[in-house]
């Protein structure tokens, strides 16, 4: 290959380059996503998890609606679901993995919808998207 002396070489910027792609979702990343107040004082990532998972249980089970027909029917049991937090500590993406039935599924779906913005989880130092377990 040739290069002619008078050709413009362009300069290629990488950060630009990646933003172009969806950036991956971390199933565990440095510091997972943590649930806002008292979770955000504790310095070890491992305690801010537990407490983050704490919160996250306490706050589904409290602002979940047990569904009419769910009590006429006698459903119960832990639904298992997933969900994303983003970059900016929002959460979306939420995934049955685990029903027992479908109003006690949107049941929970609707309430993990309800939680409040989290510190996003962090790889690098740098703010990554996060996948969640309910419950853990």
Do not use: W
């Not at 070890?44 to 569904?67: H, L, R, W």
């Not at 997933?82 to 970059?87: A, G, L, N, R």
């Amino acid at each position: 290959m040739e290069i002619d002396d008078e050709e413009e070489i362009e300069d290629v910027n990488y950060e630009e380059e990646e933003e172009i792609y969806d950036a991956p979702i971390m199933t565990r990343a440095e510091r997972m996503p943590v649930f806002p107040g008292e979770c955000q004082e504790i310095a070890n990532a491992k305690d801010q998890d537990q407490c983050t998972q704490g919160k996250i249980i306490n706050f589904v089970q409290s602002n979940a609606d047990y569904p009419e027909i769910a009590k006429e029917n006698g459903f119960q049991g832990k639904v298992f679901l997933t969900f994303i937090v983003d970059e900016n500590g929002n959460v979306g993406n939420v995934e049955i993995l685990k029903g027992i039935h479908k109003s006690l599924d949107d049941s929970a779906t609707k309430a993990v919808m309800k939680l409040p913005k989290f510190t996003p989880a962090s790889q690098r130092g740098k703010p990554v998207k996060a996948k969640v377990y309910y419950p853990s």
